[in-house]
């Protein structure tokens, strides 16, 4: 694989950036020459050479590899992410970049919108409803596990998963299939209550070095667009794209208040996930509880009836022994005994009389 990749770049003769990145991904086992290449090149022409070599393995593998084209879409896949595998710690957030700077910004920005509601983005989802509220944590797992990735195809994988989620949890709650304009205003919700981990980082990584062909065309390409769409959306949130009067937006922020309560919310605007689900959790052990007292309750029932059936039987015969009481008379003459001497023995007939022998 390694020689391969170098005859690419030598047989394409590839501009010199990329000839030089090209040839240290190939060696890339020892580290060595991608630190070298890291340091020598910006992010910009780090990206660039990334790109026009996935270009030119694309046009090298329709030209001369005559690879069919539903295979090429995976043999990219592979490409990608063995290059990107051994690129990703080079790459990813730079020191050279300000993308760590726009991370906490972005971190530090969907904190202090806390209060968002769903109501106030309208966004068409009832977590009260148990399936909805599964889908709404899927698609927040989804969003924050991106970060775990390496390669930028597992990133957008990680999104469209989070997006399927997302459409499935509106599809449940207005039993109908999610439109566009659904999908947005739920995604942003989902952004600010998950809050992932190095935001801006995961997107300009999946920009630079993601295959141009996935970003372009394809769910995975819609997915991403409409994240970015999200981002940007929250970094300019503001008063009027809440319906919220200034003074409003302002106490919000600046946390001296927090919207009320709706009736229909059961949990608080601005309690995290480990709270809901630990409310969650007493209120399904206070539903126990009452089952088990219930329970108990229909257990002693049970025993006291079986107690006072068991003392009506007795009642019952204790009365028909009192009402028909059994008369026992003693017998007029007294029974002899089978074994004792019977002096009336003559009286029998012949037949019966027992008869002695002499031993």
Avoid at 168 to 192: C, G, H, M, R, W
Wanted: hydrophobic share 35%; charged share 30%.
């Amino acid at each position: 694989m390694r020689q391969w990749l170098s005859q690419e770049a030598t047989m394409h003769r590839l501009p010199d950036q990329q000839a030089l990145l090209s040839s240290h991904v190939a060696t890339s086992v020892s580290g060595d020459g991608v630190k070298r290449t890291a340091q020598e090149l910006s992010i910009e022409e780090q990206s660039e050479g990334v790109q026009d070599f996935y270009q030119n393995v694309a046009e090298r593998l329709q030209t001369r590899g005559k690879v069919p084209p539903e295979k090429m879409e995976k043999v990219m896949d592979q490409i990608e992410k063995y290059v990107m595998t051994r690129l990703y710690k080079y790459v990813f957030c730079p020191e050279t970049t300000d993308d760590e700077k726009k991370d906490l910004a972005v971190q530090k920005r969907i904190r202090a919108l806390h209060w968002v509601t769903p109501q106030m983005l309208c966004v068409p989802v009832n977590e009260e409803i148990p399936e909805v509220s599964d889908m709404v944590v899927k698609a927040i797992t989804d969003i924050i596990e991106m970060d775990s990735k390496r390669v930028p195809r597992d990133k957008l994988a990680c999104i469209t998963k989070c997006s399927k989620h997302i459409f499935n949890a509106i599809k449940i709650t207005k039993n109908e299939p999610a439109s566009a304009d659904d999908f947005l205003p739920t995604l942003i919700y989902i952004v600010l209550k998950g809050n992932p981990p190095r935001l801006q980082s995961n997107i300009q990584y999946i920009t630079r070095f993601c295959n141009p062909s996935r970003l372009m065309t394809g769910e995975d390409g819609y997915y991403f667009t409409n994240l970015c769409c999200a981002v940007a959306f929250i970094e300019k949130l503001d008063a009027q794209s809440l319906n919220l009067s200034q003074e409003d937006f302002d106490r919000y922020m600046s946390g001296q208040t927090s919207p009320k309560k709706q009736e229909s919310e059961p949990w608080a605007p601005d309690a995290c996930l480990g709270v809901k689900q630990m409310y969650k959790n007493l209120d399904l052990l206070s539903q126990l509880n009452e089952r088990q007292e219930r329970l108990m309750s229909q257990a002693k029932k049970l025993e006291k009836d079986l107690i006072d059936w068991t003392d009506g039987i007795a009642k019952e015969v204790q009365d028909i022994v009192e009402k028909y009481p059994l008369d026992l008379k003693p017998p007029s003459q007294p029974l002899a005994a089978i074994d004792s001497e019977n002096v009336e023995n003559d009286k029998l007939p012949p037949p019966l009389q027992p008869q002695v022998y002499a031993g």
